[in-house]
Protein backbone atom coordinates (compact mmCIF):
# COMPACT_ATOMS: atom_id res chain seq x y z
CA UNK A 1 0.00 0.00 0.00
CA UNK A 2 1.26 3.12 -1.23
CA UNK A 3 2.52 5.51 1.83
CA UNK A 4 0.12 8.67 2.04
CA UNK A 5 1.69 12.01 1.89
CA UNK A 6 0.92 15.62 2.33
CA UNK A 7 3.22 17.98 0.67
CA UNK A 8 3.91 21.18 2.65
CA UNK A 9 5.99 23.60 0.17
CA UNK A 10 6.98 27.01 -0.59
CA UNK A 11 7.53 26.77 -4.84
CA UNK A 12 10.39 27.39 -5.24
CA UNK A 13 12.50 25.07 -8.11
CA UNK A 14 13.75 22.58 -5.78
CA UNK A 15 10.64 22.08 -3.97
CA UNK A 16 9.47 21.68 -7.44
CA UNK A 17 11.69 19.06 -8.00
CA UNK A 18 10.38 17.53 -4.74
CA UNK A 19 6.41 17.42 -6.18
CA UNK A 20 7.54 15.87 -9.21
CA UNK A 21 9.34 13.10 -7.69
CA UNK A 22 6.37 12.61 -5.21
CA UNK A 23 3.43 12.38 -8.31
CA UNK A 24 6.36 9.96 -10.02
CA UNK A 25 6.50 7.74 -7.24
CA UNK A 26 4.08 4.80 -7.10
CA UNK A 27 5.20 4.13 -3.03
CA UNK A 28 3.65 7.80 -2.33
CA UNK A 29 -0.19 8.57 -2.55
CA UNK A 30 -0.02 12.35 -2.31
CA UNK A 31 -3.28 13.18 -0.39
CA UNK A 32 -3.13 17.29 -1.16
CA UNK A 33 -0.52 19.72 -2.01
CA UNK A 34 -0.43 22.93 1.26
CA UNK A 35 1.44 26.01 -0.17
CA UNK A 36 3.21 28.49 2.14
CA UNK A 37 4.54 31.54 2.14
CA UNK A 38 8.18 31.49 2.34
CA UNK A 39 10.28 31.76 -0.69
CA UNK A 40 8.15 34.20 -2.09
CA UNK A 41 5.07 35.41 -1.09
CA UNK A 42 1.63 32.23 -0.64
CA UNK A 43 0.03 34.03 -3.43
CA UNK A 44 2.87 32.99 -5.91
CA UNK A 45 3.77 29.89 -3.83
CA UNK A 46 -0.08 28.21 -4.89
CA UNK A 47 0.39 29.43 -7.80
CA UNK A 48 3.61 27.49 -8.54
CA UNK A 49 2.39 24.33 -7.23
CA UNK A 50 -0.37 24.24 -9.43
CA UNK A 51 2.28 24.58 -12.29
CA UNK A 52 3.95 22.10 -10.67
CA UNK A 53 1.40 19.83 -10.91
CA UNK A 54 0.26 20.36 -14.48
CA UNK A 55 3.40 20.02 -15.65
CA UNK A 56 3.33 16.49 -13.62
CA UNK A 57 0.23 16.18 -15.77
CA UNK A 58 -1.68 15.73 -12.30
CA UNK A 59 -4.35 18.84 -12.86
CA UNK A 60 -6.99 16.55 -10.31
CA UNK A 61 -4.30 17.07 -7.63
CA UNK A 62 -5.70 19.09 -4.50
CA UNK A 63 -3.78 22.36 -3.84
CA UNK A 64 -4.49 24.37 -1.01
CA UNK A 65 -3.47 27.96 0.31
CA UNK A 66 -2.16 28.16 3.58
CA UNK A 67 -0.83 30.38 6.19
CA UNK A 68 0.63 33.81 4.56
CA UNK A 69 2.49 34.93 7.31
CA UNK A 70 5.03 33.64 10.18
CA UNK A 71 3.61 32.83 13.63
CA UNK A 72 4.79 36.04 14.85
CA UNK A 73 7.16 37.95 12.63
CA UNK A 74 7.20 39.24 9.09
CA UNK A 75 7.93 37.14 6.42
CA UNK A 76 11.34 36.63 5.15
CA UNK A 77 11.33 36.06 1.23
CA UNK A 78 14.44 34.27 -1.09
CA UNK A 79 14.23 36.06 -4.34
CA UNK A 80 17.32 36.27 -4.24
CA UNK A 81 18.09 32.68 -4.82
CA UNK A 82 14.86 31.78 -6.83
CA UNK A 83 13.78 34.60 -8.74
CA UNK A 84 11.21 36.99 -8.68
CA UNK A 85 8.20 34.52 -9.61
CA UNK A 86 9.79 31.81 -6.84
CA UNK A 87 10.33 29.24 -9.97
CA UNK A 88 12.35 31.61 -12.32
CA UNK A 89 14.31 29.39 -14.87
CA UNK A 90 11.71 28.18 -17.55
CA UNK A 91 8.53 29.32 -18.96
CA UNK A 92 5.68 27.63 -17.55
CA UNK A 93 1.55 27.94 -18.41
CA UNK A 94 -0.56 29.96 -15.94
CA UNK A 95 -2.31 26.73 -14.50
CA UNK A 96 -6.22 26.21 -15.59
CA UNK A 97 -6.61 23.78 -12.31
CA UNK A 98 -8.58 25.65 -9.27
CA UNK A 99 -6.68 26.49 -5.74
CA UNK A 100 -8.85 24.29 -3.27
CA UNK A 101 -11.43 26.97 -1.55
CA UNK A 102 -10.37 25.37 2.00
CA UNK A 103 -7.73 26.78 3.94
CA UNK A 104 -4.66 25.01 3.52
CA UNK A 105 -4.44 24.05 7.66
CA UNK A 106 -8.22 23.21 7.81
CA UNK A 107 -7.11 20.44 5.30
CA UNK A 108 -4.49 18.91 7.32
CA UNK A 109 -6.48 19.02 10.55
CA UNK A 110 -8.90 17.30 8.58
CA UNK A 111 -7.09 14.91 6.52
CA UNK A 112 -4.80 13.63 9.65
CA UNK A 113 -8.29 13.38 11.61
CA UNK A 114 -10.12 11.25 9.30
CA UNK A 115 -7.44 8.43 7.87
CA UNK A 116 -6.93 6.02 9.71
CA UNK A 117 -4.25 6.93 12.79
CA UNK A 118 -0.96 6.79 11.82
CA UNK A 119 -1.15 6.67 8.30
CA UNK A 120 -0.38 10.26 7.43
CA UNK A 121 3.42 11.57 6.59
CA UNK A 122 3.72 15.59 6.67
CA UNK A 123 6.79 16.12 3.80
CA UNK A 124 7.34 20.01 4.57
CA UNK A 125 9.52 21.78 2.13
CA UNK A 126 9.51 25.21 3.50
CA UNK A 127 8.50 27.27 6.51
CA UNK A 128 6.88 25.20 9.34
CA UNK A 129 4.10 27.51 9.99
CA UNK A 130 1.32 25.54 8.37
CA UNK A 131 2.37 22.46 10.72
CA UNK A 132 2.61 24.75 13.77
CA UNK A 133 -1.13 26.02 12.80
CA UNK A 134 -2.76 23.06 12.94
CA UNK A 135 -0.88 21.68 16.00
CA UNK A 136 -1.93 24.38 17.76
CA UNK A 137 -5.48 24.72 16.69
CA UNK A 138 -6.21 20.58 16.57
CA UNK A 139 -3.36 19.42 19.25
CA UNK A 140 -5.01 16.03 19.07
CA UNK A 141 -3.56 15.33 15.84
CA UNK A 142 -0.16 15.01 16.88
CA UNK A 143 -0.50 11.34 18.01
CA UNK A 144 -1.88 10.73 14.66
CA UNK A 145 0.53 11.69 12.59
CA UNK A 146 3.00 8.90 11.37
CA UNK A 147 5.85 10.94 10.79
CA UNK A 148 7.13 14.62 9.61
CA UNK A 149 10.05 14.26 7.03
CA UNK A 150 11.09 17.96 6.90
CA UNK A 151 13.75 19.85 5.35
CA UNK A 152 14.86 22.34 7.47
CA UNK A 153 18.00 23.57 9.59
CA UNK A 154 21.83 22.73 9.36
CA UNK A 155 24.17 22.20 12.14
CA UNK A 156 27.96 21.50 10.85
CA UNK A 157 27.08 23.23 7.70
CA UNK A 158 25.97 26.19 9.91
CA UNK A 159 23.52 28.71 8.11
CA UNK A 160 22.33 29.69 4.69
CA UNK A 161 20.34 32.83 5.59
CA UNK A 162 22.53 34.31 8.54
CA UNK A 163 25.67 32.62 9.77
CA UNK A 164 24.33 30.17 12.01
CA UNK A 165 20.32 29.71 10.75
CA UNK A 166 19.02 27.51 7.43
CA UNK A 167 16.05 29.60 5.50
CA UNK A 168 13.09 27.22 6.41
CA UNK A 169 13.63 27.09 10.26
CA UNK A 170 14.90 31.21 10.24
CA UNK A 171 11.62 32.12 8.71
CA UNK A 172 9.42 30.80 11.23
CA UNK A 173 11.21 29.42 14.02
CA UNK A 174 8.48 29.79 16.58
CA UNK A 175 6.49 27.39 14.39
CA UNK A 176 9.64 24.81 14.03
CA UNK A 177 10.47 24.87 18.04
CA UNK A 178 6.38 23.68 18.29
CA UNK A 179 7.02 21.02 15.73
CA UNK A 180 10.52 19.83 17.23
CA UNK A 181 8.21 20.27 20.68
CA UNK A 182 4.99 18.21 19.49
CA UNK A 183 6.23 14.91 20.03
CA UNK A 184 5.48 13.81 16.11
CA UNK A 185 8.46 11.37 15.10
CA UNK A 186 10.85 13.75 13.14
CA UNK A 187 13.63 13.39 10.26
CA UNK A 188 15.31 16.12 9.58
CA UNK A 189 16.91 16.84 6.26
CA UNK A 190 19.28 19.98 6.89
CA UNK A 191 21.84 21.50 5.01
CA UNK A 192 24.68 18.61 6.28
CA UNK A 193 22.97 16.47 3.79
CA UNK A 194 21.27 19.00 1.28
CA UNK A 195 24.76 20.63 0.59
CA UNK A 196 25.91 17.06 -0.65
CA UNK A 197 23.09 16.35 -2.83
CA UNK A 198 24.82 18.99 -5.60
CA UNK A 199 23.89 19.37 -9.54
CA UNK A 200 26.25 18.37 -11.89
CA UNK A 201 26.57 19.51 -15.60
CA UNK A 202 25.73 15.90 -16.32
CA UNK A 203 23.56 15.65 -13.77
CA UNK A 204 21.92 18.56 -15.28
CA UNK A 205 22.03 16.89 -18.90
CA UNK A 206 20.84 13.29 -17.53
CA UNK A 207 17.85 15.56 -17.23
CA UNK A 208 16.87 17.14 -20.60
CA UNK A 209 18.16 14.29 -22.34
CA UNK A 210 14.97 12.89 -21.43
CA UNK A 211 13.45 14.60 -24.01
CA UNK A 212 10.23 15.23 -22.36
CA UNK A 213 8.39 18.38 -21.57
CA UNK A 214 9.11 17.41 -17.19
CA UNK A 215 12.56 16.37 -18.15
CA UNK A 216 13.30 19.40 -20.46
CA UNK A 217 11.49 21.77 -17.30
CA UNK A 218 13.70 20.38 -14.48
CA UNK A 219 17.18 21.13 -16.67
CA UNK A 220 15.86 24.49 -16.54
CA UNK A 221 14.88 24.78 -13.53
CA UNK A 222 18.41 23.71 -12.08
CA UNK A 223 20.12 25.82 -14.35
CA UNK A 224 18.49 28.70 -13.07
CA UNK A 225 18.29 27.35 -9.18
CA UNK A 226 22.48 26.56 -9.65
CA UNK A 227 23.87 29.80 -10.37
CA UNK A 228 23.06 31.36 -7.08
CA UNK A 229 24.88 28.70 -5.17
CA UNK A 230 27.54 27.90 -7.78
CA UNK A 231 28.86 31.86 -6.66
CA UNK A 232 28.59 31.69 -3.08
CA UNK A 233 29.92 28.24 -2.28
CA UNK A 234 32.05 28.10 -5.34
CA UNK A 235 30.68 24.71 -5.77
CA UNK A 236 30.29 22.40 -8.84
CA UNK A 237 26.70 22.88 -8.82
CA UNK A 238 23.46 23.91 -6.50
CA UNK A 239 21.54 21.82 -3.94
CA UNK A 240 18.56 19.85 -4.58
CA UNK A 241 17.41 20.46 -0.73
CA UNK A 242 13.63 19.55 -0.90
CA UNK A 243 13.65 16.64 -2.87
CA UNK A 244 16.08 14.91 -0.32
CA UNK A 245 12.66 14.61 1.85
CA UNK A 246 10.72 12.93 -0.81
CA UNK A 247 14.06 10.81 -1.72
CA UNK A 248 14.17 9.58 1.55
CA UNK A 249 10.50 7.82 1.68
CA UNK A 250 11.04 6.12 -1.46
CA UNK A 251 14.98 4.61 -0.54
CA UNK A 252 15.74 5.71 3.23
CA UNK A 253 18.80 3.72 1.97
CA UNK A 254 20.38 6.23 0.34
CA UNK A 255 20.44 8.46 3.57
CA UNK A 256 22.45 8.10 6.62
CA UNK A 257 21.88 9.90 9.86
CA UNK A 258 21.37 10.05 14.31
CA UNK A 259 18.58 9.77 16.53
CA UNK A 260 19.60 13.15 18.32
CA UNK A 261 17.90 15.83 20.57
CA UNK A 262 17.70 18.99 18.31
CA UNK A 263 16.47 22.25 20.06
CA UNK A 264 15.17 25.38 18.24
CA UNK A 265 17.07 28.90 19.16
CA UNK A 266 14.00 31.55 19.37
CA UNK A 267 15.23 34.52 21.65
CA UNK A 268 18.93 35.02 20.20
CA UNK A 269 18.84 37.90 17.96
CA UNK A 270 22.53 36.75 16.64
CA UNK A 271 21.84 33.44 16.14
CA UNK A 272 17.36 33.24 15.47
CA UNK A 273 16.47 29.56 13.77
CA UNK A 274 19.95 28.21 14.52
CA UNK A 275 18.84 24.26 14.93
CA UNK A 276 21.28 23.39 17.88
CA UNK A 277 21.76 19.62 17.46
CA UNK A 278 23.46 17.77 19.65
CA UNK A 279 25.20 15.26 17.44
CA UNK A 280 27.95 14.23 19.92
CA UNK A 281 25.67 13.48 22.52
CA UNK A 282 27.12 16.03 25.12
CA UNK A 283 23.58 16.67 26.96
CA UNK A 284 21.18 14.79 28.22
CA UNK A 285 18.05 16.06 26.35
CA UNK A 286 16.02 13.34 25.28
CA UNK A 287 16.43 12.74 21.10
CA UNK A 288 13.64 14.22 19.00
CA UNK A 289 14.41 13.75 15.59
CA UNK A 290 16.74 11.57 13.01
CA UNK A 291 18.80 14.06 11.65
CA UNK A 292 20.51 13.47 8.62
CA UNK A 293 24.28 13.82 7.65
CA UNK A 294 24.84 12.01 4.73
CA UNK A 295 23.66 10.43 1.28
CA UNK A 296 24.46 8.64 -1.72
CA UNK A 297 24.98 11.60 -4.15
CA UNK A 298 24.89 9.06 -7.24
CA UNK A 299 21.90 6.90 -5.71
CA UNK A 300 20.20 9.87 -4.89
CA UNK A 301 20.01 11.85 -8.58
CA UNK A 302 20.29 7.94 -10.74
CA UNK A 303 16.78 7.44 -8.34
CA UNK A 304 15.67 11.02 -9.75
CA UNK A 305 16.63 10.76 -13.62
CA UNK A 306 14.72 7.48 -13.28
CA UNK A 307 11.59 8.58 -11.85
CA UNK A 308 10.80 11.93 -13.86
CA UNK A 309 11.42 10.22 -17.08
CA UNK A 310 8.06 8.57 -16.07
CA UNK A 311 5.63 11.69 -15.79
C1 LIG B 1 15.43 25.69 1.74
O1 LIG B 1 15.10 27.06 1.54
C2 LIG B 1 14.51 27.26 0.28
O2 LIG B 1 15.16 28.29 -0.37
C3 LIG B 1 14.60 25.95 -0.46
O3 LIG B 1 13.44 25.73 -1.23
C4 LIG B 1 14.75 24.91 0.63
O4 LIG B 1 13.50 24.47 1.09
C5 LIG B 1 16.94 25.56 1.78
O5 LIG B 1 17.48 26.32 2.82
CA1 LIG C 1 11.44 24.97 -0.11
Known amino acids: MPRKIIIDTDPGQDDAVAILLALASPELEVLGVTAVAGNVPLALTELN ?11 DMLVFA ?21 LDGPVLPAPTMPLQSQHGVDFIIETVRKQPSGTVTLCTLGPLTNIATALQRAPDIADKIQEIILMGGAYFEVGN ?3 TAEFNIYVDPEAADI ?17 KALTTRARIDAFRKLGTPVGTAVANLTDFFE ?10 GAPLHDPCVIAYLVKPELFKGRNINVEI ?18 TD ?8 GDLDADGFYALLAERLARL
Open 161 to 163: ITP
Open 227 to 236: RFDMEKYGSD
Open 179 to 195: VMKSGIPVVMMPLDVTH
Open 285 to 292: RSANALFV
Open 49 to 59: ARKICELAGRP
Open 66 to 86: GCAEPLSRKLVTAEHVHGRTG
Open 265 to 282: EITSDLTLGMTVADWWGV
